[in-house]
């Protein structure tokens, strides 16, 4: 039934093509994005509608919107595809010269986060060599602006940490070829505290790893190398207590939700016997004169089986057991997070443009600055 489902859409999907054309783009973005997650795959049409992507950002002035999650969800599940398709890795750039540079702080903080993503899916493979030194000084040239605030500034950083995750030689040669590498390692230090999400703390410790584990440390980082290892020792420990508070809050909630399923089986029971003790007259009389004259009330006690095995369903861990089962996958995904596929799946959910806008940084640190690199 998919494969014919998705034959009558192609039409829809098509009109992509011309975003200025139609008022409903987002949907067809969103279409896309919940057949791609059900399937688990992206089908090879999908594709052609992905080339077409930088004229959805330039009809919403350089805005990504809910295409984040899209893209986001073109990787995650085609990131093979994706790896061996050069064109739609330029188309991906194409965009983000657009995104970051909105001035705009919420859409900015989109197309930084966006190229985060582009590092973080393909490490591990060459697909991005040819454009690394352009996507950085892209970064570069944003960071090097006047006013930008710590929120924006932060996720501006957050790309040269993903940058490090893809490969850090790479990446210390283009900082040292900007002269920068200092510089942008003592800029990262002082904003550590605002690093507060489980996923910026686990990438601040994994891209300053991977940049200690380079083969060649260029030697600016030397006067720095005892700060950058305090650094990290205190951001594991942060990130591990974060981790262990979100656990037992979540087992909080869990046994919670148990004992008010419990409260609400028991509370059932009394209202059934509320129900009996408010029985109609003339039924009463009639039960009375059957107990009278030796014969069973049987409805009564029908009633009271159905109380009886609904409550025994429910400790057994019948329809109420989902709520607690949905919990404990949620305790599971959070201790196994440490893992680098893990990693790669909470990056959205985290910093996608829905979570930038309740950010309180944003609004009061509008001011801020950032030190020039070269």
Partial sequence: ??????????????????????????????????????????????????????????????????????????????????????????????????????????????????????????????????????????????????????????????VFMAAMYYNSTMTLQYLESQNMTGKLVEEILSIREKFTAEYERRFFIIGLSKMLMSPTLPPALQPQLLRLLNELVETITVLHDQVTKRVKAAAEREAKLNSDSDDEDDDDDFSDEDDKDEVEPSKAKTAAAKAASGEEESKTATMDDDALGFAEKTADGGADADVGSDNDQAADNVTDSDDDDDFEMVSTTVLSGRRLKHSSEYINNSNSSSVPFT
């Avoid at 009809?59 to 995650?76: P, S, W």
């Avoid at 490490?123 to 040239?141: D, E, M, Y």
Wanted: charged residues 25%; glycine residues 6%; negative net charge.
């Fill in 1 to 158: 039934m998919r494969p014919q489902i998705e034959e009558e859409l192609k039409p829809v999907f098509r009109f992509i093509s011309e975003p200025t054309q139609i008022a409903f783009e987002d949907d067809i973005l969103l279409l896309l994005k919940s057949m791609i997650k059900k399937s688990k795959a992206v089908q090879p049409f999908m594709w052609e509608m992905f080339d077409h992507f930088p004229k959805v950002v330039a009809k919403a002035k350089g805005q990504m919107g809910d295409l984040l999650d899209t893209i986001n969800h073109f990787m995650l599940y085609g990131k093979e595809d994706f790896a061996q398709r050069e064109g739609s890795i330029r188309v991906y750039a194409t965009i983000l010269e657009s995104a970051m540079f909105t001035h705009k702080v919420i859409s900015d903080c989109e197309g930084a986060v966006a190229c985060q993503l582009l590092f973080q899916y393909l490490a591990g493979s060459n697909a991005l060599n040819a454009i690394f030194g352009p996507l950085l000084g892209l970064t570069t040239r944003r960071l090097n602006e006047d006013l930008v605030p710590v929120e924006l500034k932060k996720h501006l950083l957050g």
